[in-house]
């Protein structure tokens, strides 16, 4: 027989196959005497053995119960208690943790709730789209990668795709303890960012996998917020008068796959999505308002303050074309990603090199965790390093020529690969007509020109689907794509 569990059912809406199996006489008491199947004290799935919890920060933990009962918690030597409200629910927080364990949590009212085998170390909230779902098993060096996985202390809680109409309570999941058989399984791009995380911190890492290939950035971010702007009114059009549940109909992700995780304890979050947003020039520019509207939004209900959150820029993809005048929607969601970074405590893993120009998939997904983990270590952690690329900073021209000025830098400037000069860079003039551009490092700046312009106005820099590059900072990061014009992309307008 299948055993009922009420928080379960209450969460998504409706009863389980349970009743299917369960006698008549059971139903009726269940029907006519409803307390009796939800006085059970409860925890939501997140809450489970192996989980990890976040150090050094108070740590909510909540479920149900009968309303109006006591309720106790007990976790690593300290004890707290709390009664249910009149709808059954229930939250405590626990002082803050020391990383370390395991420890046993243990949840006490009508009935007692044991989980075993709990760390307290880092935890980060995973998100986005076919790329951050996209398992270990899929990357590149798979089986090498399996066999060396044996990372006890890393952890993966995995939620279940599902989209809904209306906020939820809880999800299906399960965490599972990294090691050569369930590696396979975890997220590739939050795995190896994981892992060096684990490595240089040297504490529990816990990383929960919230995502689901195909699908756009609206479905993620909570209805409130896109409801009252009106610069999305062109996305709700299309969802009217159908009423189901969709991956990708706003709010729906967000409801079913990240509400019910609002308030655990995390460090931040990683977010790997916008290819779905990058179909039309016009939708890949308007992702430069919904990444910060996604940002603030789960900042904002999670209640922690400006946590980091971390995201990376979409790499190099589709046929590589000589004419820097061809319009590329993959360039302008770049360049909304790049600004985004305008919020607080943003960072942004470039991947411009690592990318495969016939698979929207690539397989590196190792250099993207590292290039995050970069980013993590130098902002939520504070190591002295360089955290990003080289991001563009301001523009000189200088006559004939411009010099272009970059941040995050470091030590100097580098070309990778055989040869001095630059590639990737464009200039235009008063026509608004771009030609490819010779360039060459001086000191921590990049100097261009062109033969083809001799009154330069605008540079781009890898402002097209697949550009070839060659220029990183000494930590290895290529620079990031960036243009100083603002015209349409295409039409020279």
């Known amino acids: 027989m299948l055993r009922f569990d009420p928080c379960r059912a209450y969460a998504f809406g409706r009863l389980p196959r349970w009743r299917q199996t369960v006698p008549a006489t059971v139903l009726l008491v269940v029907v006519l005497f409803p307390a009796l199947a939800s006085a059970a004290v409860g925890l939501p799935a997140v809450f489970g ?70 760390l307290v170390g880092e935890v980060w909230l995973a998100s986005g789209q076919s790329n951050m779902a996209m398992t270990v098993r899929r990357c ?10 044996d990372f006890p202390r890393i952890r ?15 999800f299906q999941g399960t965490w599972a303890v990294c090691s050569p058989e369930t590696v396979g399984k975890f997220s590739g791009a939050a795995y190896f960012f994981g892992r060096r995380l684990h490595r240089e911190l040297k504490v529990p890492v816990g990383l929960v996998n919230s995502s689901w290939g195909g699908t756009a950035i609206e479905a993620w971010t909570s209805l409130d917020v896109q409801e009252k702007d009106a610069r999305l009114a062109s996305i709700f059009s299309r969802w009217k008068d159908k009423p189901t549940a969709d991956r990708n109909r706003p709010a729906n992700l967000y409801n079913g796959m990240i509400e019910p995780l609002v308030g655990y304890g995390i460090r931040g979050a990683i977010w790997y999505q916008g290819e779905r947003n990058s179909r039309s020039p016009a939708a890949a520019m308007l992702y430069r308002h919904q990444l910060p509207l996604l940002i603030n939004d789960w900042r904002k209900r999670w209640g922690q303050g400006a946590f980091p959150f971390l995201w990376v820029q979409l790499p190099n993809f589709k046929a590589r074309r000589a004419d820097p005048n061809l319009p590329s929607s993959w360039a302008l969601i770049r360049e909304s990603m790049q600004h ?17 120009a016939r698979n929207i998939h690539p397989k590196n997904k190792q250099d993207v965790g590292h290039r995050l983990a970069q980013a993590g270590l130098a902002l939520a952690y504070g190591r002295s390093m360089v955290g990003m690329g080289p991001l563009m900073r301001s523009v000189t021209i200088e006559d004939s020529r411009v010099r272009v000025q970059f941040g995050h830098v470091g030590r100097s400037l580098v070309i990778r690969g055989k040869g001095e000069a630059v590639k990737g860079f464009a200039l235009a003039g008063p026509d608004r007509r771009f030609h490819p551009a010779e360039a060459r490092i001086e000191g921590k700046t990049v ?23 060659n220029l990183y900072n000494a930590a290895g990061i290529p620079a990031a794509p960036f243009r100083t014009d603002e015209w349409e992309i295409g039409t020279g307008r």
């Open 156 to 170: 993966m809680f995995t939620v279940r795709r599902n989209a809904q109409l209306s906020p939820q309570q809880d």
């Open 447 to 469: 100097v261009t020109w062109s033969k083809a312009v001799t009154d330069p106005i605008a540079v781009r820099y890898a402002f097209s689907d697949n550009p070839e590059v």
């Open 340 to 356: 985004a970074l305008r919020q607080p405590a943003t960072g942004m893993a470039v991947t411009i090199d690592i990318g495969e």
């Open 140 to 149: 590149r060096d798979a089986d090498t990668e399996q066999a060396a996985a």
């Open 49 to 118: 053995k192996h989980m990890v919890l976040q150090r050094g920060r108070p740590v909510p933990v909540w479920g149900t119960a009968a309303a109006g009962e006591s309720v106790s918690v007990s976790f690593a030597g300290q004890a707290k208690s709390t009664t249910a409200d009149k709808n059954g629910r229930w939250k405590i927080s626990l002082d803050s943790l020391q990383a370390g364990g395991p420890h046993t949590l243990v949840v006490k009212g009508s009935n007692e709730v044991t989980i075993a085998d709990v």
